[in-house]
């Protein structure tokens, strides 16, 4: 094969920069996409009379043979686009050429980025979706088990395991509709924009717009090259998606410690030297995974800052922090799923550390506001009997009503009865009295699982929606190639 691409030709073919410039390795990770850019590209053309029919069916021809032949077979190239139609001309001749007629490297590029980005965001937000309904068949399990809820990682007041998860559900089905957003604008095509200025051929940007499976095209020729902020959203919802994960994890891995939860040994390791470890491995590299996200998005920012319009070679950079962090973003979420589907969490512990630090405390200051007397000063009420107190001890009856003599001047039974006081002590009492929307009582909890059960059915039919006119799409857009090979 020709050491020489047919785009550079025998002016720019040599020199110590060739290597610097190429991407060609890195470009694997669209060939299918540029093989599908050009077939339909080149049944526009024929389409629209710009190359005959006989040229359109050998140059498809010549590119089933390279899809068949793969990437490694590739001639040397500056990148997979150039490599690909080097291919072509070889096999064609000369009139192989015309399949890059009326387009850029510049507009196929962002459209082959497009084309693979969706794919890759679907499988983010598939595995988003089964992390939602592992943590949301878990919360249901767990809709009533005792925990300790925490602020500052202190005792502050008892929930469920289930209410717990089901604040993660929640925020994670918020990063799946930042990805799906992000889908929408990913799936314009830039296809037919050419270098940036257009072309003077008669071309149907609308008709590979379609034949590739894009909702419309990108509007304005030179926005269409230059535009990367497809890449910014993205990057910036795996992001988000990344650290909702690593909050995950690290309650996680902290519960663990404290003997609140068991990972299935799929999802823990041992130690090397101390054979009677389980370390939570898998959820500490998910937990960094955040890290790489935040770095890739901090590197594509400032690779795009005060870039000039249209485009720049700056841009080659670009792409691999968006392909580095929805690999990465994607595996973390996939193994977070996973363990949370089989972790075993330990009722038992969860209900003694749930009425630690007495962490009903908020609970009898309520009981006292609700009658009559002013929060603050309930607060200070529960506070001074909290204070006389054994640490971290629930203060038992007498010296509440103690407390009430020395800041109310009354006993507590003025106020509230004996039993009603010793109830809201009571961690399971305390969490089912708090019935308010959003909170961690039984009730509250089955309609919060009831919405969010809801809404993940409907993510689940957008996601399903898209992979099927990506497929319906590749359907006709093969069919079409049939046509003519």
Do not use: C, H, K, Q
């Given at each position: 094969?020709?050491?020489?691409?047919?785009?550079?030709?025998?002016r720019f073919a040599g020199g110590p920069a060739r290597g610097f410039l190429s991407s060609l390795s890195a470009d694997?990770?669209?060939?299918?996409?540029?093989?599908?850019?050009d077939r339909a590209h080149v049944v526009m053309l024929a389409e629209q009379g710009i190359v005959d029919e006989e040229t359109a069916g050998e140059i498809l021809a010549a590119l089933d043979t390279v899809e068949s032949d793969g990437h490694d077979a590739l001639p040397d190239g500056e990148d997979v686009h150039a490599a690909i139609e080097t291919a072509v001309v070889e096999a064609v001749g000369p009139e192989g050429g015309r399949m890059h007629t009326a387009r850029s490297r510049n507009d196929e590029v962002a459209t082959c980025i497009r084309y693979r980005l969706r794919e890759d965001l679907l499988s983010a937000l598939e595995a988003t979706l089964a992390l939602r309904e592992a943590l949301l068949a878990r919360a249901d399990e767990h809709a009533e088990t005792l925990a300790p809820g925490y602020t500052h990682l202190q005792p502050a007041q008892p929930t469920t395991v289930g209410h717990f998860l089901l604040s993660y559900e929640r925020a994670l089905a918020r990063d799946a509709a930042r990805l799906l957003d992000a889908y929408g604008r990913v799936n314009e095509s830039?296809?037919?924009?050419a270098a940036f200025a257009g072309t003077p051929f008669d071309v149907d940007r609308e008709r590979t717009a379609d034949l590739l499976?894009?909702?419309g095209t990108v509007d304005n020729a030179t926005d269409a090259v230059s535009a990367r902020d497809f890449l910014l959203e993205s990057v910036a919802a795996l992001t988000a998606l990344a650290?909702?994960?690593?909050?995950?994890?690290?309650?996680?891995?902290?519960?663990?410690?404290?003997?609140f939860v068991e990972l299935d040994d799929d999802y823990a390791s041992t130690s090397s030297i101390m054979p009677q470890k389980k370390n939570p491995d898998t959820l500490e590299l998910a937990r960094a995974t955040a890290g790489d996200a935040h770095a890739g998005l901090s590197g594509l920012l400032t690779t795009l800052k005060g870039l000039p319009r249209a485009y720049n070679r700056d841009l080659q950079r670009a792409t691999p922090h968006a392909w580095d962090a929805v690999d990465a973003v994607t595996d973390a979420v996939d193994v977070a799923g996973g363990a949370v589907a089989t972790a075993t969490w330990n009722e038992g512990a969860l209900a003694d550390a749930a009425s630690e630090g007495f962490s009903t405390a908020t609970g009898v200051a309520d009981l006292l506001a609700s009658h009559g007397v002013p929060f603050r000063t309930a607060h200070e009420t529960v506070a001074v009997a909290a204070a006389e107190s054994e640490a971290d001890a629930a203060p038992e009856y007498a010296a509440l009503d103690a407390a009430a003599e020395d800041v109310l001047g009354e006993p507590l039974e003025a106020y509230v009865d004996r039993e009603a006081v010793e109830a809201a002590l009571d961690p399971a009492e305390s969490v089912a009295g708090r019935d308010s929307p959003g909170g961690p009582a039984p009730d509250a909890v089955a309609e919060q699982l009831a919405t969010a059960e809801a809404e993940l059915t409907d993510d689940e039919s957008s996601v399903a929606a898209a992979r099927d006119a990506l497929a319906a799409a590749d359907d006709a857009l093969h069919s079409e190639v049939t046509d003519y090979v």
């Open positions: 094969m020709s050491e020489e691409d047919v785009v550079r030709g025998e694997e990770r669209i060939f299918a996409a540029d093989l599908a850019v830039p296809l037919g924009a499976g894009f909702d650290t909702t994960v690593s909050g995950l994890a690290e309650d996680l891995v902290v519960y663990s410690n404290r003997g």
